[in-house]
Nanobody, 123 residues
Framework: QVQLAESGGGVVQAGGSLRLSCAAS????????MGWFRRAPGRDREFVAA????????MHADSVKGRFTISIDNAENRVYLQMNSLKLEDTAVYYC????????????????WGQGTQVTVSS
């Protein structure tokens, strides 16, 4: 089992920044990659970004490229999502997830999920 705990959400004005953190514990040796997903009210869960646990290779959704950056601290077993130039449409619950699969953009390929953290972007 892998346990994930997100933190860092909150309310921020449009154009502002937030950094989300996800702490992983338990059988982290099973993890191939970590991902961030989000779900806005009335919308399906959406892929945001992912990073491989060992090599640190990254991928970002087109909607956040150039604004969001995923990173990893393997020594601390933490994954971060730096969110800059936030827009109203970034408002959502953000979830951290872990997978042993190669399909990093597919939410159903993730084995473990955190409880989510709310990000609200105000005008």
């Amino acid at each position: 089992q892998v346990q994930l705990a997100e933190s860092g959400g909150g309310v921020v004005q449009a154009g502002g920044s937030l950094r989300l953190s996800c702490a992983a514990s338990g059988r982290t040796n099973e993890i191939y990659a970590m991902g961030w997903f989000r779900r806005a009210p009335g919308r399906d869960r959406e892929f945001v970004a992912a990073i491989t646990w060992g090599s640190g290779g990254t991928m970002h959704a087109d909607s956040v490229k150039g604004r969001f950056t995923i990173s990893i601290d393997n020594a601390e077993n933490r994954v971060y999502l730096q969110m800059n130039s936030l827009k109203l449409e970034d408002t959502a619950v953000y979830y951290c997830a872990a997978t042993d699969n190669l399909r990093l953009e597919i939410s159903t390929m993730y084995n473990y999920w955190g409880q989510g953290t709310q990000v609200t972007v105000s005008s």
